[in-house]
């Protein structure tokens, strides 16, 4: 810089001019922290299409989730990854179909494997952007503690590693024996809970489990108490609905549908806590909140099962019963108030959405997941999921939806159809059907019942060539496929 004024000047100018461009040069390429947005995932577990009041429910009220909806949006055509509980959540984690990362079913608790340490989570990509990351409740991706949340990109975990029906193994690995002859409420499993890496207790009775909502309440709420000076994620699994059912005294009694009903509702009383929270903290304006399922209802459980509110079949299965899941999210000034979406889409595509939102990096490896952010900003012409494959067991892809199209490949599958549930607490039987090959049209047809598919040949085609492409990319064991881009999932270090 040229300086007639002596040396002493001229050096102040300098150091003037290099202040201002380090300030703007700062300003323009860094995003303020304090600007992103709180992530708030509710996931739930077993609950059925027609298992909230927005829904269609009836014989118990979910006041707080109806009026969630009523100040953000509902989604009508919104699926889990897969109809089964660990496939479902690895899913939701990484966005990816659960069969391209190696998750099938439920892992049990002997199980060796579990979510693989170089598949990247919504918590991992978040906390590379300074998000506090925290998880309560159901984890479900491996048991051991090269797999539990802390390795998988969360700062802090409480809850249980597996679901709240799965007999035990001793925390060294060792399995226990049960009695499958008695009803859930004679069972008794004790099952561990874990906070951080460690077992802090263990649930031993079904007096244990009525507390777990409660108690899973009171940790969300105190995460983000400690949190509110944000950003922070906040990924909170409930065991609930899914048997054994759980409800404290507050709650038991409330619902004229019975002990499925009082759960519902104390759920729906947790959503209150978590929202209350966030209102009181000052942070409901700059928090994006999601409330979904990992599955649908376990019918054959009757009375202790929920409801697909009319579509077929349910947990289990690839048909809409089993995959088509209640979602509702809200985060004010950005989502319309009331809006309804019909537009197809699923639990992969919060990854994306959620990086998209937040400037995160999606993985390097390749993921399933669609941003849906104009989805959520009410663009009713915007359509970012052209069609969404329904896999089930390890890799078996039964059906195929584009459009309102949906067109189910043959496959043999459980069936709770003509055979009577159980009730109290104790499982009916269910089925082996077979499907043969059927087009339903979903928006006249929703409970898949009208095969269409020799009026709409052309439409068949159309769905098969996507079937041809999902099997070259992910494989289908019914066809004995092996797909080009899957990947292996985690296993135990020995």
Not at 139 to 158: A, I, N, R, S, T
Request: aromatic share 10%; glycine share 10%; proline share 6%.
């Amino acid at each position: 810089m040229y300086c007639n004024s002596g040396k002493f000047r001229c050096l102040i100018n300098n150091f003037i001019a290099l202040f201002i461009f380090i300030t703007l040069f700062s300003s323009c390429s860094i995003k303020p922290v304090e600007n992103l947005p709180n992530i708030v995932i509710i996931f739930t577990d077993d609950q059925g299409y027609g298992d909230l009041g927005t829904y269609g429910a009836v014989h118990f009220t979910t006041p707080h989730l109806d009026k969630m909806a009523s100040e953000g949006m509902r989604f009508t055509s919104f699926y889990s990854a897969q109809a089964v509980c660990s496939a479902s959540r690895a899913g939701l984690l990484t966005g990816c179909y659960p069969n391209r990362i190696g998750i099938s079913g439920a892992l049990m608790p002997w199980s060796k494997n579990g979510l693989h340490e170089n598949e990247k989570t919504i918590a991992e990509i978040l906390k590379e952007q300074g998000y506090a990351t925290g998880m309560v409740g159901k984890w479900h991706l491996g048991w051991q503690k090269q797999f539990l949340p802390l390795q998988h990109g969360f700062d802090e975990y409480f809850g249980l590693p597996y679901s709240n029906d799965m007999w035990p193994v001793d925390y060294d690995g060792s399995p226990v024996t049960k009695d499958s002859s008695k009803p859930w409420k004679s069972r008794y499993p004790a099952l561990p809970l874990i906070e951080g890496n460690e077992k802090v207790r263990e649930i031993n009775t079904l007096e244990d489990q009525a507390q777990l909502t409660t108690l899973y309440a009171d940790h969300a709420v105190d995460f983000i108490n400690r949190h509110k000076d944000g950003p922070f994620f906040l990924y909170f699994a409930h065991s609930m609905p899914h048997v054994p059912l759980g409800v404290s005294e507050k709650f038991s009694g409330k619902s004229e549908q019975g002990m499925y009903g009082d759960v519902i509702m104390e759920i729906d009383w947790s959503v209150g806590q978590v929202m209350k929270a966030l209102e009181e903290n000052g942070l409901e304006d700059n928090t994006l909140i999601i409330f979904t399922s990992d599955n649908g209802p376990w019918l054959n459980y009757g009375n202790h099962a929920g409801s697909t509110g009319g579509l077929r079949e349910g947990k289990g299965t690839s048909w809409e019963g089993g995959q088509r899941e209640p979602c509702i999210m809200k985060w004010p000034g950005v989502i319309p108030a009331g809006k309804v979406c019909s537009k197809l889409s699923s639990t992969i595509d919060i990854l994306p959405t959620v990086a998209a939102i937040t400037g995160a990096a999606v993985p390097d490896h390749k993921i399933d997941g669609v941003n849906i952010l104009p989805l959520l900003k009410g663009d009713e012409k915007t359509n970012p999921r052209d069609h969404f494959f329904y896999y089930y067991r390890k890799n078996s892809l039964e059906a195929v939806r584009k459009g309102n199209w949906k067109l189910v490949l043959p496959h043999i599958h459980r069936s709770y159809e003509g055979v009577l549930p159980g009730k109290d607490g104790w499982p009916g039987p269910t089925k082996q059907d077979t499907a043969k090959l059927a087009l339903f049209n979903l928006r006249r047809d929703p409970g898949e019942r009208y095969d269409v598919q020799e009026m709409y040949s052309d439409v068949v085609e159309e769905l098969m060539k996507l079937v041809e492409s999902a099997r070259n990319d992910l494989g289908d064991d019914l066809t004995n496929r092996t797909g080009k881009n899957v990947r292996e999932g985690g296993k135990v270090e020995e």
